[in-house]
């Protein structure tokens, strides 16, 4: 395999890593709308969590992206 093609593959799997991010978003608010529909009167006091988990997703997609930009431009 060539070196250029090597590192465009690891390029692409580097970037499975931003949509795997984005059904981890999706997971944290579904889960904190399902949990605050049972239970409404609890749900401002995990808000806080909320953004927290959020945050996480968003910071392991962002991770990937920067990951894969590496590999393309600067290896």
């Known amino acids: 395999m060539d070196a250029e093609a090597a590192k465009l593959l690891g390029a692409g799997l580097a970037a499975i890593g931003a949509g795997m991010a984005a059904l981890g978003v999706g997971n944290v608010f579904a889960s904190f709308l399902e949990g605050a529909l049972r ?37």
């Open 39 to 75: 239970n409404p009167s609890a749900a401002d006091g995990q808000q806080g969590r909320l953004f927290i988990g959020f945050a996480a997703a968003e910071l392991l997609g962002l991770l990937s992206f920067v990951v894969a930009m590496i590999l393309v431009f600067v290896a």
